[in-house]
């Protein structure tokens, strides 16, 4: 899969807009960034998806650079539940799996 | 509509004992994957099942299995338990194999303590 990177850790203040990075140098024309979260102790949650433009859904927004190789998940106004791990993730083209990083553990602080 | 469900949520087995986990897919959904998650790490993919035939294996010893039922349901069999089997199995669902343009989705996984 293309390799992805993304921050360790970030905080953001509750009401503020998060802005997650997330780097993918490597990634072909026709695959897509997939940006999934994993809240403690359940299963990860998709949360959006694009391929070059740019993407928004009630969740979050996803804005890709024209060059594709790095992207910013936007989450608008961000709650105490949106406190996770937040995985940016690159499959192949028609892959069978995802492969997991290590992810931006999010912190939302009141 | 029910999302992805997983039996049980927790269990707790003695090293070389053996272990079936169960999954129900979201209704319509045929493409069924095991990932394991240890703590403090990422899920990493086991396998992956559509239309009750193995699409995807990850690197995992062969004490592990799946099979895949024809209602789409699945199960995950580990043999010969270890210590380092210890993890949180999760599994999910999607319309097709194929990841290029499908999401999954995730049940909230089965934690498997091995003793």
């Known amino acids: 899969d293309a390799k992805t990177t993304q921050p360790t850790s970030m905080d953001c203040a509750e009401g503020r807009a998060a802005n997650l990075p997330c780097n993918h140098s490597?990634?072909?024309?026709?695959?897509?960034v997939y940006w999934y979260r994993q809240i403690h102790s359940q299963g990860p949650q998709y949360i959006i998806h694009?391929?070059?433009n740019n993407e928004t859904n009630e969740m979050a927004s996803l804005i890709i650079t024209e060059d594709r190789k790095s992207s910013t998940l936007i989450l608008p106004h961000a709650t105490l539940r949106d406190t996770a791990v937040y995985y940016c993730?690159?499959?192949?083209?028609?892959?069978?799996?995802?492969?997991f990083g290590q992810g931006t553990r999010l912190t939302i602080n009141p | 509509d029910a999302g992805v469900t997983q039996s049980p949520t927790h269990l707790i087995k003695t090293r070389g004992q053996h272990v079936t986990l169960r999954c129900s897919p979201i209704?319509?959904?045929?493409?069924v994957s095991w990932y394991q998650q240890v703590l403090g790490q990422g899920p990493q993919f086991i396998f992956q099942?559509?239309?009750?035939?193995?699409?995807g294996r990850g690197n995992f010893p062969d004490r592990f299995s799946a099979r895949q039922f024809p209602n789409y349901s699945s199960e995950l069999n580990v043999n010969a338990l270890l210590l380092g089997d210890s993890a949180l199995y999760l599994c999910?669902?999607?319309?097709?194999?194929?990841?290029?343009?499908?999401?999954?989705?995730f049940g909230s996984g089965t934690q498997l303590s091995v003793l």
């Open positions: 999910a669902s999607s319309l097709a194999p194929g990841l290029g343009n499908e999401k999954l989705f």
């Open positions: 490597t990634i072909s024309g026709n695959e897509y």
């Open positions: 694009g391929l070059k």
């Open positions: 993730i690159v499959p192949i083209q028609g892959a069978q799996k995802l492969v």
């Open positions: 209704s319509g959904h045929k493409s």
């Open positions: 099942y559509y239309e009750k035939e193995e699409r």
